[in-house]
């Protein structure tokens, strides 16, 4: 039954091939960089005809303000909506472009950010902010340890 | 890593979605002078509505007549505010626009799902200002991706995020003054409730029933977000109250009793009135012997001090999910210092405010097979899951023979106003293993999805006796408001807003908003024009109060209806 999943899956990871589009859950993992002052930096890339974020899955340690760099080299126009606290933040990233983002996020938890034009989002263009960390222990259960998953 | 080496186009830098619309990005400053004195006396300001319930006492009432029985026939909407959603956001095909606005001398505040707060312009539905938090995609929902409304006072409007946070915004631009984290989202709790002001204070309760965790009201000074109290519903080892928890063990530390409906407040006792919710896990009753205190009770509060004073507890040990969660009305029985409470368990109880003590207990939905509660308040269940893997099916479900949303009160007619949910389910009980942040119910549960019927019901409180009642055949889901003008407002779940003759139960007018209802109604008037403000939007847990109209449109408009010009 496993014959076949190596094509398939490659069919997965690419545009028209298996899928229309690009199947979500694809790309890289990446970290954003703590600098001295706590602020965050990370940078991000859409690689031409991939139709993916680089990194489509972005680790900050904790929550906090992030400075990002999205570099478009793709060979089409995209854009991008951001969530931060206070409002989303949208960029336009037309072909062989670069700009820069600023986001303040929660933590714990992950936040979704895509590209709302065309079906960019249903063809690939989605990525997540993953927030590392616990609530502030001033707002934890008075409790005893309890068992996680 | 560039592919060509022509220098990149600058792109320049984000911007704020809003600025890509028409919204002017300020307000003008009308919650300025809005104070706890002026809270106080709410109601005699009828063309405001100032907090959550219209007034400390929960009554849902509104003085206006301008809209009354009389033409209510020419009632036709001023305006909608509709607000879809750009990408995806937590608890996508669960968003449902649950708020109460809030009125302040032509400014309507109100809050959305998904962390969406708004300043219209209460008139013409003209957005003034937003702030959107950004609301993890993966935070811990039971029931939703819902919020209830704001508070207003001191040039700030106060509301709380799913992830557990409470705000404090400039009531003139949207702009955060301070933000706190008072919940655990890793322990599974969040936050939706429409928190309430009382003299210097905030306050605001917890939800994550489900998920095993220890409820909670907390306290914050409403200038600097200072923390001032928090008073846990579940006592410790040693507390008044632990002795309804195993004595071993640790069932205490996941027992649930959230605050996640706003309380009320009677000035004079200084007390606040809050409805606690299920105990968890929500239908495994054996691993928590006991009565469970403060689950399923009213708790009053003292608001300086979060301490407890008395209780009342109308479901002890309960098995079936019914939070007590739902408004105490507080009103004046013959000159007695009165309240009334519907409870999940299909009961309306009258109490003394004072101490506690029940005046009169009845029934007030047709079909409640769970147990009963006699005269005297005794509780004998009958019906629950008990044994594992074994189906049970009883009446009222787990959304109740009521749900979260409100009752009314006319002091004019002197009825009480209940949206009722006739519709059974059934539980089997399920035994798992407590682990934090996943959810603790203890059973498997199917609400039905036929055999349902639904109804505005009034009841006179003297009596207990049900004076009318307007029928629908599928429960009502939406807060009910009551009006001088002699009329009681509902939304169905077909979409239909409609207006009820008070004395009567009569239909009077109705008007299809295109989307079911889950929210409340509020009345003001601007310029000597009477409004009917109500936000539309079916989700949240529909699979738990209606799931047999799980299919129907889901909706995102506000609407405010008026008289023609």
Same mark, same amino acid.
């Given at each position: 039954m496993t014959i076949g999943v190596e094509k398939e899956l490659a069919e997965l990871g690419r545009q028209n091939g298996a899928t229309i589009g690009r199947l979500l859950a694809n790309g890289n993992l990446g970290r954003a960089e703590e600098g001295p002052d706590g602020r965050m930096h990370a940078r991000i890339r859409i690689p031409p005809d991939e139709l993916v974020w680089d990194p489509a899955v972005l680790i900050l340690p904790h929550g906090g303000d992030l400075e990002l760099e999205l570099t478009n080299d793709d060979m089409n126009t995209h854009c991008a909506l951001l969530p931060s606290n206070g409002d989303s933040q949208f960029i336009w990233l037309v072909n062989h472009s670069r700009g820069t983002a600023s986001l303040n996020l929660d933590g714990p938890g992950y936040y979704w950010y895509g590209s709302p034009t065309g079906n960019d989002e249903g063809r690939g263009l989605i990525g997540a902010i993953v927030v590392m960390g616990d609530a502030p222990p001033e707002a934890r259960l008075d409790r005893p340890p309890q068992p996680r998953p | 890593m560039t592919e060509t080496a022509e220098p990149y186009v600058n792109a320049g830098h984000a911007v704020d979605q809003v600025s890509l619309t028409f919204v002017a990005g300020s307000a003008?400053?009308?919650?300025r002078n809005v104070t706890y004195e002026r809270i106080l006396g709410a109601r005699s300001?009828? !063309?405001?509505?100032?907090?959550?319930?219209?007034?400390?006492?929960?009554?849902?009432?509104?003085?206006?007549?301008?809209?009354?029985?009389?033409?209510?026939? *020419?009632?036709?909407?001023?305006?909608?505010?509709?607000?879809?959603s750009t990408g995806l956001q937590a608890g996508a095909t669960t968003y449902s626009f649950e708020a109460a606005p809030i009125i302040v001398d032509g400014v309507m505040f109100v809050t959305g799902w998904d962390g969406w707060c708004w300043a219209l312009d209460a008139a013409t539905g003209q957005e003034l200002w937003r702030y959107k938090h950004a609301i993890p995609f993966d935070v811990s929902l039971c029931c939703g991706n819902v919020n209830r409304g704001v508070a207003v006072a001191k040039g700030k409007v106060f509301y709380v995020t799913q992830n557990a946070h409470v705000i404090a915004l400039d009531a003139t631009n949207g702009k955060p003054v301070w933000d706190k984290t008072y919940g655990?989202?890793?322990?599974?709790?969040?936050?939706?409730?429409?928190?309430? +002001?009382?003299?210097?204070?905030?306050?605001?309760?917890?939800? $994550?029933?489900?998920?095993?965790?220890? =409820?909670?009201?907390?306290?914050?000074?409403?200038?600097?977000?200072? !923390?001032?109290?928090?008073?846990?519903?579940?006592?410790?080892? %040693?507390?008044?109250?632990?002795?309804?928890?195993?004595?071993? =063990?640790?069932?205490?530390?996941? $027992?649930?009793?959230?605050?996640?409906?706003? $309380?009320?407040?009677?000035?004079?006792?200084?007390?606040?009135?809050?409805?606690?919710?299920?105990?968890?896990?929500?239908?495994?009753?054996?691993?928590?012997?006991?009565?469970?205190?403060?689950?399923?009770?009213?708790?009053?509060?003292?608001?300086?001090?979060?301490?407890?004073?008395?209780?009342?507890?109308?479901?002890? !040990?309960?098995?079936?999910?019914?939070?007590?969660?739902?408004?105490?009305?507080?009103?004046?029985?013959?000159?007695?210092?009165?309240?009334?409470?519907?409870?999940?368990?299909?009961?309306?109880?009258?109490?003394?405010?004072?101490?506690?003590?029940? +005046?009169?207990?009845?029934?007030?939905?047709? *079909?409640?097979?769970? $147990?009963?509660?006699?005269?005297? =308040?005794?509780?004998?269940?009958?019906?629950?899951?008990?044994?594992?893997?074994?189906?049970?099916?009883?009446?009222?479900?787990?959304?109740?023979?009521?749900?979260?949303?409100?009752?009314?009160?006319?002091?004019?007619?002197?009825?009480?106003?209940?949206?009722?949910?006739?519709? %059974?389910?059934?539980?089997?009980?399920?035994? *798992?293993?407590?682990?934090?942040?996943?959810?603790?119910?203890?059973?498997?549960?199917?609400?039905?999805?036929?055999?349902?019927?639904?109804?505005?019901?009034?009841?006179?409180? *003297?009596? %207990?006796?049900?004076?009318?009642?307007?029928?629908?055949?599928?429960?009502?889901?939406?807060?009910?408001?009551?009006?001088?003008?002699?009329?009681?407002?509902?939304?169905?779940?077909? %979409?239909?807003?409609?207006?009820?003759?008070?004395?009567?139960?009569?239909?009077?007018?109705?008007?299809?908003?295109?989307?079911?209802? !889950?929210?409340s109604p509020t009345t003001y008037s601007v310029g000597g024009r009477q409004y009917i403000a109500v936000p539309t939007g079916w989700g949240g847990w529909v699979e738990g109060f209606l799931p047999g109209m799980l299919g129907a449109p889901h909706g995102a408009g506000l609407f405010a209806f008026a008289l023609p010009d």
């Amino acid at each position: 039954m496993t014959i076949g999943v190596e094509k398939e899956l490659a069919e997965l990871g690419r545009q028209n091939g298996a899928t229309i589009g690009r199947l979500l859950a694809n790309g890289n993992l990446g970290r954003a960089e703590e600098g001295p002052d706590g602020r965050m930096h990370a940078r991000i890339r859409i690689p031409p005809d991939e139709l993916v974020w680089d990194p489509a899955v972005l680790i900050l340690p904790h929550g906090g303000d992030l400075e990002l760099e999205l570099t478009n080299d793709d060979m089409n126009t995209h854009c991008a909506l951001l969530p931060s606290n206070g409002d989303s933040q949208f960029i336009w990233l037309v072909n062989h472009s670069r700009g820069t983002a600023s986001l303040n996020l929660d933590g714990p938890g992950y936040y979704w950010y895509g590209s709302p034009t065309g079906n960019d989002e249903g063809r690939g263009l989605i990525g997540a902010i993953v927030v590392m960390g616990d609530a502030p222990p001033e707002a934890r259960l008075d409790r005893p340890p309890q068992p996680r998953p | 890593m560039t592919e060509t080496a022509e220098p990149y186009v600058n792109a320049g830098h984000a911007v704020d979605q809003v600025s890509l619309t028409f919204v002017a990005g300020s307000a003008p400053p009308v919650a300025r002078n809005v104070t706890y004195e002026r809270i106080l006396g709410a109601r005699s300001e009828p !063309h405001n509505w100032l907090t959550y319930y219209g007034a400390y006492d929960g009554q849902r009432y509104s003085p206006l007549e301008q809209i009354n029985t009389g033409n209510v026939r *020419r009632l036709t909407p001023a305006w909608v505010f509709q607000c879809g959603s750009t990408g995806l956001q937590a608890g996508a095909t669960t968003y449902s626009f649950e708020a109460a606005p809030i009125i302040v001398d032509g400014v309507m505040f109100v809050t959305g799902w998904d962390g969406w707060c708004w300043a219209l312009d209460a008139a013409t539905g003209q957005e003034l200002w937003r702030y959107k938090h950004a609301i993890p995609f993966d935070v811990s929902l039971c029931c939703g991706n819902v919020n209830r409304g704001v508070a207003v006072a001191k040039g700030k409007v106060f509301y709380v995020t799913q992830n557990a946070h409470v705000i404090a915004l400039d009531a003139t631009n949207g702009k955060p003054v301070w933000d706190k984290t008072y919940g655990d989202v890793r322990a599974g709790e969040s936050a939706t409730v429409a928190p309430l +002001i009382i003299k210097d204070k905030v306050i605001v309760g917890s939800s $994550g029933g489900e998920f095993g965790v220890r =409820g909670h009201l907390d306290a914050f000074d409403l200038e600097t977000g200072e !923390h001032a109290w928090r008073c846990y519903m579940v006592p410790k080892p %040693g507390e008044p109250g632990s002795e309804t928890w195993p004595k071993d =063990g640790e069932a205490w530390a996941r $027992g649930g009793a959230n605050c996640w409906i706003t $309380g009320t407040y009677d000035p004079e006792l200084n007390l606040l009135y809050v409805g606690t919710g299920n105990p968890a896990p929500d239908f495994d009753g054996e691993v928590r012997e006991g009565d469970n205190l403060y689950t399923d009770s009213l708790v009053a509060v003292d608001p300086d001090t979060g301490q407890i004073r008395f209780h009342y507890q109308y479901n002890p !040990h309960d098995v079936w999910d019914y939070d007590s969660i739902a408004e105490h009305i507080l009103f004046d029985l013959d000159g007695r210092k009165a309240l009334a409470h519907f409870d999940k368990n299909g009961y309306g109880f009258i109490l003394d405010r004072t101490d506690g003590q029940l +005046i009169r207990v009845f029934p007030f939905v047709d *079909r409640i097979t769970w $147990g009963e509660i006699d005269a005297n =308040g005794k509780v004998t269940p009958k019906v629950y899951p008990d044994k594992e893997g074994e189906p049970v099916h009883f009446w009222p479900g787990p959304a109740g023979g009521k749900e979260w949303t409100h009752a009314a009160y006319s002091p004019k007619t002197q009825l009480l106003y209940v949206p009722v949910q006739d519709v %059974g389910a059934t539980a089997t009980r399920r035994r *798992r293993e407590f682990k934090e942040g996943i959810p603790y119910w203890g059973a498997g549960v199917a609400v039905d999805g036929e055999d349902m019927a639904g109804s505005v019901s009034a009841f006179d409180p *003297r009596t %207990g006796r049900e004076a009318w009642r307007w029928r629908n055949d599928v429960p009502m889901c939406s807060s009910v408001l009551a009006t001088g003008g002699d009329l009681v407002f509902a939304g169905k779940p077909s %979409g239909e807003f409609i207006a009820l003759n008070a004395r009567t139960g009569e239909l009077l007018w109705q008007f299809q908003c295109g989307s079911g209802h !889950h929210s409340s109604p509020t009345t003001y008037s601007v310029g000597g024009r009477q409004y009917i403000a109500v936000p539309t939007g079916w989700g949240g847990w529909v699979e738990g109060f209606l799931p047999g109209m799980l299919g129907a449109p889901h909706g995102a408009g506000l609407f405010a209806f008026a008289l023609p010009d």
